[in-house]
């Protein structure tokens, strides 16, 4: 089992920037792709951001190309979305997951494990 535990989320403006953490705890990270996804009021879970075991490879959507960077800290089993130029349309529900692999993961049903979940919102 993985337990995962997000952080970081909150209220700001169209133009902020907010960095989320997520916190793992019960098995080795480094052994684990992650994924960052989000789920807006009224819409499914999208991936917003992958990341493979060690960092070296990243994947990023559209929507959020060139804005939010995800990285990892394996030595403090920590995975991070730092998000720049937040938008209005970036309110969502944000969570990390984890799956049993190495490489990055890019189908929600890959993913193993959930955090609960931290709300962010952009006002304009």
């Known amino acids: 089992q993985v337990q995962l535990v997000e952080s970081g989320g909150g209220l700001v403006q169209a133009g902020d920037s907010l960095r989320l953490s997520c916190a793992a705890s019960?098995?080795?990270?480094?052994?684990?792709?992650m994924g960052w996804f989000r789920q807006a009021s009224g819409k499914e879970r999208e991936l917003v951001a992958a990341?493979?075991?060690?960092?070296?490879?990243?994947y990023y959507a559209d929507s959020v190309k060139g804005r939010f960077t995800i990285s990892r800290g394996n030595a403090k089993n920590t995975l991070y979305l730092q998000m720049n130029s937040l938008k209005p349309e970036d309110t969502a529900v944000y969570y990390c997951?984890?799956?049993?692999?190495?490489?990055?993961?890019?189908?929600?049903?890959?993913?193993?494990?959930w955090g609960q979940g931290t709300q962010v919102t952009v006002s304009s």
């Open positions: 990341i493979n075991w060690d960092g070296g490879r990243t």
């Open positions: 997951a984890a799956a049993s692999n190495f490489g990055i993961r890019l189908n929600r049903a890959e993913y193993d494990y």
């Open positions: 019960g098995r080795t990270f480094s052994n684990y792709a």
